[in-house]
């Protein structure tokens, strides 16, 4: 006789089963509509595009959980949880197969190995869930901000895993452990329970085993219908989180081209940005679902972890519960029924100041003001959900429509008005810096292959123009055909988007189009990381598409290529990876290559926290030029760092990040015991000491 078992032994009724799993199914149907109906108040946003690429990395993420496990404890809890919950709904499903068919396939090595491999990952699934206790209980991270949602959906789970194994056990005792005792053995679970219990009479056993099954089946299609209610239902927003994700680089900011706004509705500068919760995108509704209230975005905010009032998980939190409640009556308003219009003309706003007697905000400026777009949260999150837009779509309210903001933030966006730059009362304009050099200039009718484009800071800052001068150097001993646009470059408009200043920006950013157009440009080599995002992935929305070339990536190249003959013999460098380099357009192999090549063996000193890891510099988000007097300064912190490897040499590949690197060595390390050098300047030293030799 093949090894096997009857489906329903001691149940006289099954057919209840299937009116249990249509009350289940009705409950979470009704829950996924009703969230459905408040995501379809936002506004329209085309995610449906690139299918393949979307069904691929939902895939991975999924399965591989590639974000979840950077959280090694955690994360590996998750996945012993996840995978132990798909094998019994695996193992279920065929059973409810065997039933449905008719086809008796579950029995011989078959059945087996179906016994065995369903126990064994429900037994890893009680392990993941006593590790998350363990972790929610014992180790208590400071990120993780528990409610009564998260002990429930962790009971649920682990109530569900036990009684199907106490059910399994109760069987086997009154059935294979005495009469198949080799086929208990593949039933691991099951049989501890079986041998626990084995002394019972025949009929006990029964009685207790008919109880436990209908306990299991109304608590496993209670869960089900709890499904898209509580904690769990990131199961399914997360899932469509990740598949409806942004594909471009996490640096890209989007917004409608405000003079076309203007040709439709004369009126489009009365209200520019987000004021109200359904003027977001639908996606960004659909986020605020998503979210698990994990705190991974919390623990590597560098807003939040200076002091600053942002937390991104709050801010998520408190949106979701905004949208929850003015929700309703938004939709009665939408649909027409009466009293909707009243209700949401009384509404919360979405953020503002806290004042007495005036309603409260779901969030507060200062929370909008300390994020630093460096994208450390959205690069955490294992729901993709996305935080900085939203942060700045508010912030664009207030800039552009209220006329709210600090007066850092309003002197540099007046600056770059009245200068096309954000310096104010800057000692340098855009060709002093390079006086005495041998450069071609646009202007001066000159051509080239590629454009130099300096930025900002690397005309007008003293640090930064030594940088700018090294990579002349460097460049002009590549044999690189380029030329500088002088007094005609202008700032690309980065921190003045950043800041939610989209008049400023769209003017610096046509205007720069239209002069690269004049001169032909195509090719564009920067210094500044925030530039190249700006350039290459946000200009291409106004018609400006180039192909935009870090420096670093293209001095390893030309090291690779042989153009560059450099001296090593470099001692303890390490490098620090800018936010907008690395985390948000995911270049961190190349300025790896161009160190390893100026360093001895073992001279490179990577970082605790680096690559997609790395901490910020503090600078993003106009805070270059603006200051929050945060508790602890997060240039600081990250110079403490750079410190604490032994590390001699800091390599920089921003002149933001030099900027913050140079006022934190000027507070922490007087004696200067670690320098900041670009690595535009490392490879130049390399140059003049190989001519040396």
């Known amino acids: 006789m093949d090894p096997t078992r009857e ?91 065997q039933e449905w068919s008719g086809v008796h396939f579950l029995q011989g090595t078959f059945y087996l190995w179906y016994s065995l491999l369903s126990d064994c990952f429900g037994l890893l699934a009680i392990l993941g869930l006593c590790i998350a206790l363990w972790w929610r209980l014992v180790i208590r991270p400071a990120r993780l901000h528990s409610v009564m949602d998260d002990w429930i959906a962790l009971a649920l789970l682990l109530l569900v895993f036990l009684q199907g194994f106490f059910v399994e056990g109760l069987r086997m005792a009154a059935t294979e452990l005495s009469q198949q005792p080799a086929l208990a053995a593949w039933s691991p679970g099951g049989r501890l329970v079986a041998v626990a219990l084995g002394d019972l009479e025949a009929g006990t056993l029964a009685s207790l085993h008919r109880f436990s099954w209908w306990f299991h089946a109304v608590t496993a299609f209670g869960f089900l219908g709890y499904f898209a209610y509580g904690k769990l239902n990131h199961v399914l927003y997360g899932l469509a989180s990740i598949f409806l994700r942004d594909l471009g680089p996490t640096g890209r900011l989007s917004y409608p081209d405000i003079d076309a706004l203007l040709e439709t509705d004369e009126d489009a500068l009365d209200s520019l940005g987000v004021a109200n919760i359904e003027q977001l995108s639908w996606k960004a509704l659909l986020d605020l679902d998503a979210c698990v209230n994990c705190g991974r975005c919390e623990s590597v905010c560098p ?28 939709l009665a308003t939408a649909s027409g029924e009466a009293g909707g219009e009243d209700s949401a003309s009384e509404r919360p706003p979405l953020f503002g100041d806290a004042a007495d007697g005036a309603p409260t905000p779901a969030v507060l400026e200062a929370e909008l003001w300390g994020c630093r777009t460096c994208g450390a949260c959205q690069r955490e999150c294992p729901m993709f959900i996305e935080h900085v837009p939203k942060i700045v779509d508010m912030r664009r309210y207030l800039v552009m429509t209220e006329s709210k903001m600090g007066e850092d933030a309003q002197a540099f966006l007046k600056n770059m008005d009245d200068r096309m730059h954000p310096f104010v009362g800057a000692a340098h304009d855009r060709e002093e810096w390079f006086q005495g050099l041998d450069v071609k200039i646009f202007a001066n009718g000159d051509s080239a292959e590629y454009l130099f484009w300096v930025g900002c800071a690397g005309a007008m800052v003293d640090r930064n123009i030594a940088v700018s001068r090294a990579m002349v150097k460097v460049l002009d001993a590549a044999g690189v055909d380029f030329a500088l646009l002088g007094a005609e470059e202008m700032c690309t408009g980065d921190p003045a988007r950043r800041v939610g200043g989209e008049l400023t920006y769209q003017v610096c950013a046509k205007e720069n189009i239209e002069t690269f157009e004049r001169y032909g440009i195509e090719k564009i080599i920067v210094t500044c990381p925030h530039c190249f995002n700006t350039l290459q992935n946000e200009y291409p929305d106004y ?25 090593g013999g470099l001692e303890s460098v390490t490098y620090h990876d800018p936010c907008y380099l690395g985390r948000h357009n995911e270049i961190y192999d190349e300025p790896r290559q161009v160190i ?98």
């Open 596 to 693: 390893d090549h100026l360093t001895k063996v073992g001279g490179f000193v990577e970082l605790d926290r680096s690559r997609s890891r790395s901490d910020c510099c503090g600078s993003g988000g106009g805070y270059a030029w603006m200051d929050d007097k945060p508790e602890k300064r997060i240039n600081h912190t990250r110079f403490e760092q750079v410190k604490g490897c032994g590390a001699k040499t800091a390599a920089l590949s921003c002149p933001f990040c030099m900027q913050m690197f140079d006022d934190a060595i000027g507070a922490l390390d007087p004696d200067q015991s670690v320098r900041a050098v670009d690595i535009a300047e490392l490879v130049a030293e390399a140059l003049e000491n190989s001519s040396d030799g």
């Open 303 to 330: 807003a939040h972890t200076s002091g600053s009032p942002l937390s991104p998980r709050k801010l998520i939190r408190d949106m979701k519960a905004h949208l929850d409640e003015v929700g309703p009556a938004l």
């Open 543 to 567: 018609g400006g598409r180039y192909q935009v070339t870090h420096h670093s990536q293209l001095i390893a190249e030309m090291i690779q290529s042989g153009r560059l003959k450099l001296a």
């Open 7 to 97: 489906i329903y032994w001691n149940i006289s009724s099954g057919a209840l089963i299937y009116v249990l799993a249509m009350a289940a199914a009705v409950a979470l149907v009704y829950a996924v509509y009703r969230r459905v109906r408040l995501w379809r108040l936002g506004v329209a946003a085309e995610r449906l595009d690139r299918l393949p690429e979307r069904i691929k990395g939902l895939l991975i993420e999924v399965f591989a959980h590639r974000r979840h496990l950077r959280d090694r404890i955690p994360g590996h809890a998750h996945a012993l949880i996840f995978y132990g919950f798909i094998a019994q709904m695996i193992a279920t499903g065929l059973i409810s197969l």
